[in-house]
C-alpha cells in the first residue's frame, strides 16, 4: 500500500484525499486548519502535525494550497521530511513568473517540484474526472502518468515550459468568467423582453457555443487579416439591439464590447471582421 502525501484540504483538496482513499492509498493529511481534517480522518486518512511529518515515508506529496506564499512556506517547512527524489506535485492556482522561478529553484537544490493545476470541481476530484495540467522532463511525465492519472480525467503534459500549465490555468478560469458575465448578460437580455430564465437557457440544449472556442480563438488572433464573414458595422447594430432590449437591466459584457467596438469603427474597421474589435 503506497503511502501518499496530501497538504491543503480545502474543498478540492478534500476531493482528492477521498478519491485516494477509495483507491487503497493510505493518506497522510496536513492543513493550517486543522479542524478540517476531522472529516477525512473518519474517512481513514491520517493527520499530521506538520509539513514536514506529512511527507515522511511518503512517495507522492501533493499540494493543493491557496496561492504563492502559501506554497512557498508549505514546501520550506516539509522539505526536513521529503525523501529524496520524491515528487512535490503542486495542484495550486498560482503566478506563473513565481512557478517559473520556483521550478528552477527547487531542481536545482534536488527537490522535484511538478506544476500541476487542475480544471476541477471538487465532485471531479472525488471521481477522477475534469483535466489536470502538468510541466516538466518528459521522464518526469511518463513516471507519474500512471499516479496522476488515477486523480483525473485527463492528464495533458505541457512540455518542460514550467510556467505554461500556470499561464493555460489562469486563461481558461478567464474563459470561465467571462462565460458568467455573459450568460448574465443572456438572462438580462431575456428579463428585458418579459423572457424568464429557463426560457432563456432552454436555447442551450440545442446552441452549444462552447463548442465553437477554438474557432473563435483563431478569429480572435488573426483579426484584420482576412475577410469578413461577419462586418463589424453590422455586429456593433447588433450590440445595440441586445442592450436596447436589455433596457434597465444590468449588463456585464455588453458594454465593454460596444465601447471597443465603436474605438474599432472610429479607427475605420466597419467592413473587417467583427473580431477587429479585440484588438488595440
Not at 458568467?180 to 446552441?207: C, E, P, R, S
Amino acid at each position: 500500500m503506497t503511502t501518499i502525501a496530501l497538504l491543503g484540504t480545502g474543498l478540492l483538496g478534500a476531493g482528492m484525499v477521498e478519491n485516494l482513499l477509495t483507491k487503497g492509498h493510505s493518506v497522510r493529511i496536513w492543513n493550517r486548519s486543522p479542524a478540517k481534517l476531522a472529516p477525512l480522518v473518519q474517512r481513514g486518512a491520517i493527520a499530521a502535525a506538520t509539513p514536514a511529518e506529512a511527507v515522511r515515508g511518503a512517495s507522492h506529496v501533493h499540494l493543493v494550497l491557496a496561492e504563492d506564499p502559501a506554497v512557498d512556506a508549505v514546501i520550506a517547512q516539509l522539505r526536513p521530511g521529503l525523501g529524496a527524489n520524491v515528487p512535490v506535485i503542486d495542484h495550486s492556482t498560482n503566478l506563473p513568473a513565481l512557478v517559473k522561478a520556483r521550478f528552477a529553484a527547487l531542481r536545482a537544490a534536488g527537490v522535484r517540484y511538478v506544476p500541476a493545476p487542475v480544471f476541477m470541481s471538487p465532485q471531479n476530484a472525488r471521481e477522477a474526472s475534469g483535466l489536470m495540467l502538468m510541466a516538466g522532463p518528459a521522464a518526469d511525465h511518463d513516471e507519474l502518468q500512471a499516479h496522476l492519472g488515477t486523480m483525473t480525467g485527463k492528464l495533458l503534459h505541457a512540455g518542460e515550459r514550467a510556467e505554461l500549465p500556470a499561464v493555460w490555468k489562469l486563461a481558461g478560469n478567464s474563459v470561465f468568467f467571462a462565460m458568467a458575465a455573459a450568460m448574465a448578460d443572456v438572462l438580462a437580455i431575456g428579463a428585458g423582453a418579459g423572457v424568464d430564465a429557463a426560457q432563456m437557457l432552454a436555447l442551450f440544449d440545442t446552441f452549444k457555443p462552447g463548442t465553437a472556442l477554438p474557432f473563435l480563438g483563431q478569429r480572435v488572433a488573426k483579426a484584420g487579416a482576412g475577410p469578413a464573414s461577419f462586418e463589424l458595422d453590422m455586429a456593433r447594430k447588433d450590440a445595440r439591439l441586445m442592450q436596447q432590449t436589455a433596457g434597465a437591466q444590468r449588463v456585464l459584457v455588453l458594454p465593454a464590447v460596444a465601447a471597443a467596438m465603436d474605438q474599432a469603427l472610429a479607427r475605420g474597421h466597419g467592413k473587417a471582421d467583427y473580431a477587429i474589435f479585440t484588438k488595440p
